[in-house]
């Protein structure tokens, strides 16, 4: 799923540009031990998140905590864009 940056700049975290900021609002996902996963680690609604790196895989930092996963994953995690830093 990707979703288009919306007029409120709501967007998927793999749609962020390398260097771009947001804060998540939402981890979607159907298999409920991949978005427990990602809430241990950090991704919850709140957290701030940049973009570090979209290919090979996507990097990101979420808060202090640096997170690298598919592409597929960062598709479920909803946005709000920031700055770029």
Not at 13 to 38: K, Q
Not at 62 to 72: H, Y
Not at 73 to 79: H, T, Y
């Amino acid at each position: 799923m990707h979703l288009a940056f919306a007029s409120d700049g709501i967007c998927s975290l793999s749609r962020l540009t390398e260097g771009e900021c947001g804060e998540v609002l939402e981890v979607r996902s159907h298999a409920s031990g991949r978005t427990d996963r990602l809430h241990a680690l950090g991704v919850t609604p709140g957290a701030t998140v940049t973009m570090l790196q979209k290919f090979p895989g996507v990097v990101f930092l979420c808060d202090q905590t640096e997170l690298a996963v598919e592409r597929g994953v960062a598709d479920a995690i909803l946005v709000r864009v920031g700055e770029r830093r």
